[in-house]
């Protein structure tokens, strides 16, 4: 609405000359506070957009959204302008249960989006709170503790047996070894190995992994998707985590 009056401002200016009746056009002055208010309004409004969004997820958004949020009412509260300082004051005492309660789940989505990861988390906190913080410690130990939760889920299944091939009529299978008690002792110990391996180290193993640039696209669905064998625990999680709408949190 505000953008719309700012867009039509010279219709306003020529009915204000034009027109006796019209005695509501706003002065250079309440001109200049429309558009203040815009701006520092524009950042809230994006936001809800983004949340409203139905094509894409929107849990892995959350938290840089929010922070930018948190940036702008701390600058506008700590700013000169009054007007705005007095409406970032009021807004601020709804929004802070947003931020300081905020489901530690939300800002694992973002931990789980390549564009961020745990870099992003770590310099919001640091922003906020401080080098090594206590918050920053315990959200690390939320994000192990569900990851260890995933440990004892079985691990994703390839959805047909040809998978990994596409004509496996030419591939010798030795099933006469599969009667012998050695080799199934080492089938056992092998799986075992494996599963140990994976689970402890999938989820450093996708954090010791560069990020993606924020400008380069990424459906972060397929993403998942391709890498549910790779990081099958961890894909897990992030299948669970990226399917709840951030309305519905909200």
Not at 13 to 28: E, F
Not at 52 to 61: A, I, Q, R, V, W
Not at 132 to 151: G, I, P, V, W
Not at 160 to 185: I, P, Q, Y
């Amino acid at each position: 609405m505000l953008q719309s009056a700012i867009h039509h401002r010279r219709a306003f200016q020529h009915l204000d000359l034009i027109d006796s009746n019209y005695k509501y056009c706003p002065s250079k002055v309440e001109w200049e506070k429309i558009e203040q208010f815009c701006s520092f309004l524009k950042v809230f409004y994006d936001s809800t957009l983004m949340f409203s969004g139905t094509n894409y997820p929107t849990t892995n958004l959350y938290f840089p959204a929010v922070y930018l949020c948190y940036i702008e009412l701390k600058k506008q509260i700590e700013g000169d302008n009054e007007h705005l300082k007095v409406m970032a004051s009021k807004m601020w005492l709804k929004f802070e249960k947003y931020w300081s309660e905020f489901c530690a789940t939300l800002a694992i989505a973002c931990v789980l989006d390549l564009h961020y990861k745990m870099t992003f988390i770590n310099f919001v906190y640091t922003k906020i709170y401080g080098e090594c913080s206590l918050e920053f410690h315990r959200f690390n130990t939320k994000l192990q503790s569900l990851f260890d939760a995933y440990k004892s889920i079985p691990s994703l299944q390839p959805s047909s047996s040809n998978a990994l091939g596409n004509d496996l009529n030419n591939v010798r299978n030795d099933d006469t070894f599969d009667t012998m008690e050695a080799f199934k002792e080492f089938d056992e110990m092998s799986s075992n190995e494996f599963r140990c391996n994976s689970l402890k180290c999938q989820l450093e193993l996708y954090l010791d992994e560069p990020k993606m640039p924020r400008h380069v696209k990424l459906d972060i669905l397929d993403f998942w998707k391709s890498n549910q064998f790779r990081y099958p625990n961890l894909a897990s999680m992030a299948r669970d985590i990226l399917s709840i709408p951030v309305s519905t949190v909200a």
